[in-house]
């Protein structure tokens, strides 16, 4: 399942949708962080909708806490 899940966002990684996307080494239990470049919430959800991990129906879920602005690289 996380393959599918890696293998669905490489392409955003690839195009510069998604800026940073990875697993998070917490003492806490695993989870995952990404950040997006995108022009609404709307499609963001989108994304998220689509995503392998999502569809499975086990349990995973988004949270997003939108940046009011940032500095990246083009």
Known sequence: MMQNHLKYWKP???RGVSIVLGPVIDPNGV???GVMKVDS???LQELLAKDPVIL???GFRYEILPMANALYRE
Request: net charge negative.
């Open 12 to 14: 955003y990684v690839d």
């Open 41 to 43: 919430e709307s499609e």
């Open 31 to 33: 989870w995952g962080m």
């Open 56 to 58: 499975a129906n086990r």
